[in-house]
């Protein structure tokens, strides 16, 4: 059964994937009226299951799904409603939130959106928070650009596309080792330390003085924040289900677009300490921004929780931020929308033989490979913003300052996209879409000559670089069709890495040579873009096929030879039977 094109009710069963199992089972309406018969260690009465699967549920709506009753009850259909399949899917002894499984706990609307909007306050924001840190660090080289930054260094424009691949290199290599120490020590212990290692070579940047010290701290910066997304990736996975995931995703590239914006007017303000104690403003602009996240990350060891079910620190409070009975709807409304999210406690380190069986997953190679090319026709444009547009006649401080329509346009083309791919249950050509935005755009950067207006520049830049990213879809999606914590660990790092490898190769588009009209930089993302329309559909092939492939082969079985398949088989995460691909 395709998980695309079926409704959110569908999609929330999707562990069972099975048109003839799912035959035996009430319809929706027939479980509307009816209650279901439930074996738990806790309760041997009958429970009842949600009347209705929300067709709507957003942070926007403050009275939950449309035609929804608060005090009814939001818990949905699973595996564990049903004893003969119960059994296959049950939590890992080592699981830490194993004291609260309890496949009987019902909940009502209420308490859901209740506990949602505590999750979103208490855990996105400041995940989101923490990843604008980030990119107050990775991205204020860019605003350093306007004041002159490569003239006081002695820097070329090469220089600069020299540091700017040692950077992405040295992240990308530490992407999954980084991944791995997450695993092994939890993300409440790595992300704190990787933000305060991290923002003390940010600040000393204050100190360079040439091209050595530069490529130095664009090293010493990729190797501490590389694996930072894919660590609050896994982090977020474990409060949010996968319906819920990639909307948090999109808060979180949300932060990143607010953190640029809001660093543009720091940047303005900052940039003017120019003479300051005489010096530049751009070594101010490394020295304030760096020491903000060594803040953040001082705040990040008590904010962030080892488990749903512990969140009693020192800065939490003794009695932590959830209740015992919100701790019961956190952890069971998370297993029974993925059970294999129990399958390993979060701090259970990944061997070297499942570290191989997920790098070799072939089926999640599709994803990497748009990772990699998806961010292509756009990435040139957006790293040399600041030069194009000092290059045609516009000051430092305005330069500064232009780049914030594109920002907040971007924001807002993400967050739809992102809304309509969970909407519609469709990611293949939601990316399509992207790649149509930029393209004439492209095209149009292409005509101009050095005598073209230089605000129609601007504005086809802006248009271009609003575009509706859908990277926080892909990463989701990555997640969505990894389908144990274990290749999950993995595949998020590797995702990330595909999309350095694709940096790196972009810093190479624009050249020297080629200034400042880039014609045939314009031109290679021309080809780009079109190269991704096809990408895309190609993905979309591979997956409906491989799902129409595994619907044969499933409904081949018997009754009893699927019972006996999910008894005793050893395939793994995606490459069970009853598991269907995303797309």
Not at 24 to 37: A, K, T, W
Not at 128 to 148: C, E, H, K, T
Not at 214 to 219: E, Q, V
Not at 489 to 502: D, F, I, K, R, W
């Amino acid at each position: 059964m395709s998980s695309n094109g079926d409704d959110f009710y569908q999609e929330k069963v999707a562990v069972i994937r099975d048109r003839e199992l799912l035959a035996n089972y009430p319809s929706i309406s027939e479980r509307d009226e009816q209650l279901v018969s439930v074996d738990s260690a806790s309760s041997s009465k009958e429970v009842s299951l949600a009347q209705h699967a929300p067709k709507k549920f957003y942070f926007w709506q403050g009275r939950g799904p449309s035609g929804i009753d608060l005090d009814g009850i939001a818990t949905q259909y699973s595996v564990f409603d049903d004893p003969a399949l119960a059994k296959h899917y049950q939590p890992c002894a080592a699981y830490e939130n194993l004291h609260r499984f309890d496949p009987a706990v019902r909940w009502t609307w209420r308490e859901e959106i209740a506990l949602l909007r505590k999750l979103d306050l208490r855990i996105m924001l400041f995940v989101g928070f923490m990843f604008g840190a980030l990119q107050l660090d990775r991205g204020n080289i860019s605003q350093a650009n306007a004041d002159n930054f490569l003239k006081d260094l002695h820097l070329t424009t090469n220089d600069f596309n020299n540091g700017n691949t040692i950077f992405t290199v040295c992240f990308l290599l530490s992407e999954l080792p980084s991944q791995l120490v997450s695993k092994k020590l939890g993300p409440d212990r790595w992300v704190p330390t990787q933000m305060v290692l991290w923002s003390i070579v940010a600040f000393s940047q204050f100190w360079l003085n040439g091209r050595s010290s530069f490529y130095a701290t664009r090293a010493l910066l990729g190797i501490l924040q590389g694996g930072f997304i894919a660590d609050c990736t896994l982090y977020l996975s474990y409060f949010y289900t996968a319906s819920e995931l990639p909307v948090r995703l999109a808060y979180f590239w949300a932060a990143d677009t607010l953190a640029n914006i809001i660093a543009s007017f720091l940047g303005f303000g900052i940039l003017h300490m120019r003479g300051v104690l005489g010096y530049s403003g751009w070594r101010w602009l490394f020295l304030i921004e760096g020491l903000i996240t060594f803040i953040a990350g001082i705040l990040a060891y008590g904010m962030m929780l080892p488990a749903p079910t512990k969140s009693k620190s020192w800065l939490r409070g003794k009695n932590g931020w959830f209740s015992d009975r919100e701790e019961l709807i956190l952890v069971n409304r998370i297993l029974r929308d993925d059970p294999s999210k129990g399958d390993m406690h979060n701090r259970q380190p990944i061997n070297w033989t499942n570290l191989w069986y997920s790098l070799s997953d072939y089926d999640l190679w599709p994803i990497y490979i748009i990772g990699f090319t998806f961010f292509m026709s756009t990435n040139s444009v957006a790293t040399y913003l600041s030069l194009t547009l000092r290059s045609i006649g516009f000051s430092t401080f305005q330069t500064t300052l232009m780049g914030l329509p594109n920002q907040v346009g971007g924001l807002l083309t993400m967050l739809l996209v992102t809304y309509s791919s969970q909407r519609f249950n469709e990611r293949c050509f939601h990316g399509i879409l992207s790649q149509l935005w930029a393209l004439p755009n492209l095209i149009a950067l292409r005509s101009f000559g050095s005598h073209s207006n230089r605000w129609s520049k601007y504005a086809v830049t802006s248009i271009l670089l609003s575009h509706p990213s859908t990277h926080a879809v892909q990463v989701a999606w990555t997640s969505r069709n990894s389908n144990s914590v274990r290749s999950r660990t993995v595949s998020s790092a590797v995702y990330n890495m595909a999309c350095q490898l694709g940096g790196i190769v972009t810093n190479y588009i624009y050249r020297s040579d080629d200034a400042p009209l880039y014609k045939r930089g314009n031109k290679d993302l021309i080809a780009v873009c079109g190269m991704n329309i096809v990408v895309y559909i190609g993905v979309k092939v591979y997956y409906v096929l491989r799902n129409r492939f595994r619907d044969r082969k499933w409904n081949s079985l018997s009754h009893e030879e699927k019972e006996h398949y999910l008894a005793t088989t050893t395939d793994r995460g995606n490459k069970r039977l009853d598991f269907r691909f995303a797309h």
